[in-house]
């Protein structure tokens, strides 16, 4: 591994910026010991004192953002007051892509610049055990003066001068001793920390191993994205196409052509604990698993992992968000399939949304991007409108499969038996496509028994003491669960209000209701239920989606983990049980996610030889969302999308940012709330609505308010933020947290 700061000396410095992994507002400056001085450089990891704690940091450096973006320069504090820098840390430095990388995303998000740090870096700073291949060896004899404890004898013994570096873990179980002995014997300068040379466990993957044949349209995509990696600039395209068109095929042909110009390429999916398929996939193209990275994978994995990205060896990762972060040291193109997928947006912590930020990261990184959809979100194809971006498109699935032909229940000219919810024209093609030995699928975005208990009596509805929800029936469990907080409860017997004995009755299927009705219709079917809860591992989702390829499996009824990119050849029949599920509400976006949604769970079915069929239940046959799923027209019912927000100024046409209020007190929420509202900006294209509150107004106990800020596109928000944030000051007893370009409200 070369680091510059080897091949030339770095400036002298006395005193530095470190960046800690702490929600300041900026980094905090040190003093430089004076053996230090001429060997620090930008992106070393130090240790500092903090108050009267030892603190891993980064040396930071201003980095250059746009003027709009930038957040004002920290104070200026004298020399005099500095605390000295601890020590050096024997670790790779973080490049300055990635640092600023991590600025830029801070400034986007108005996050403390260490939050986002921290979330990088998660493993990489959490001291030296959890660091990328780090040992310590001995650096010479104790002095006289250091007090010789049995502790250091044994740390000593265990290492004696000249023995190969051993892993903190390994020295302190060996030893008998805790952490900080060894780091006191650092301190005293008898063990120094470097790093150990592993080899690499990723195989490098080989661009050549499995060549497919492209033809037209895919051919022609390829060449594109080719020329694209060639370019070595940034580029950013959008690959669209029907479920099976061969987006994957065609994206990993760049992914062959940064391989083959020895770089590394990032590709982010959506819920990556879940595509054992995808990892087949890539093998079969490749020869070799791709590295991966997300937040399931070990402590052991994560450091080779990390190393292996920081040094080369590692030439794709996978991974989900928080790859984004990942330290590539020659990264050549990025891609993100689903482009679409909400799952991108983070929302707890550092709200970013990943589909963005790695648009950032590809530009400073000057490599193309390449974004990949079926059904691709309206900020995007606003880019590709206005030209931001460019387009590919894949008209045809490949292999000669249809497209599923989509048709509406209309359920109340087809109602089903009363208390169930299967209509019997559903009933009727499930049974023909069971009996000719096909695969069927019932879908239903909703976990559990049913979503609502009343009493019959007196009306009671059981709710989340914690949260503004209804308590959902897990029927196997003998529970009534919250889907938002922990909280669960047994199901009682009598109406907790008026006291009513088997007054409670179930409203509504969740898909375990859904099961037992499909299992009286359909007795001899094999059924897999995949959901969530059932199928959280990833092993235990392999594992299901074997048995369906293996034809185990007759009818499969599942919630939105089966809309994933599955490739199941048998199924021929998706059956959406509740298609309108997801239109209520006011929520900008509801219409487009329910029509992404509904289209990859449709594109689940006929993607072999056999036609594949898709039957939508709903009430509101009518709904341009329902038309759209009919007629496939996808491009007619996003310009009806995008007309709808444009007068108004909604993203895409305008930018948006949600203050999300929160107190375990009401009334502080809600004076909070106030204040903000009286000192909002407005005038010159910049707008506040509010306050309301928030979507789920109280949520673990929390009461939430929100308010709006809307501008027009030109207009930055964070600036404006960051301002007005500046001038209320609240009471402890509030939160504010700050979501630029939410995606539900
Ligand atoms: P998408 O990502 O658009 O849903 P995929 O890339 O998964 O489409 O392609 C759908 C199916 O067709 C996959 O099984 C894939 O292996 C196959 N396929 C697509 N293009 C080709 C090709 N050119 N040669 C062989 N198989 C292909
Ligand atoms: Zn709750």
Redesign the pocket.
Known sequence: MVQSSLLEPPPSRKRVSVLLPLPFPHPLDYAVPEALVDSLAPGDVVVVPLGGRRETGVIWEQTKLPADLAPPPPPDIAASRLRPLKERLDLPPLSAELRQFIDWVAAYTVSPPGMVLAMALRSHLRGEQAAPGVGWVRDGEPPDSLRMTPARRAVLEALPAGAEPVTMGDLTQTAGVGISVVRGLADAGVLRSVLMAAASPFAEPDALHNL???EGD?ALAASELRARVDERAFSATLLE?V???????IYLEAVAECLAHGRQALVLLPEIALSAQWMD?FARRFGVRPAVWHSEIGQKARRLTWAACEDGSAKVIVGARSALFMPFSNLGLVIVDEEHEAVFKQEEGVTYNARDMAVVRARLAKVPIVLAS?TPSLETLNNVETGRYRHLV?TAR??GATMPETRLIDMRENPPPRGLFLSPVLVEAVKSRLERGEQAMLFLNRRGYAPLTLCRTCGHRMECPNCTSWLVEHRKKRVLACHYCEHTEPVPHACPTCGAEDSLTAIGPGIERITDEARSEFPDARIMVMASDTLGAPAAMAEAVGKISRREVDLIIGTQIVAK?W?FPHLTLVGVVDADLGLGGADLRAGERTMQLLHQVAGRAG?AEAAGEVLLQSFTPEHPVMQALVSGDFAAFMAEEADQRRPGFWPPFGRLAALIISSENADAADNAARQLGISAPHGNGVEVLGPVPAPIAVLRGRHRRRLLLRTHRNIAVQPILRRWLGQVTLTSAVRVDVDVDPISF
Do not use: M, N
């Open positions: 497919p044949v492209l895919q196409g479920t099976g068109s061969g987006k994957t095929e996939r079926a894949l490949h292999g990119g490739h993607r």
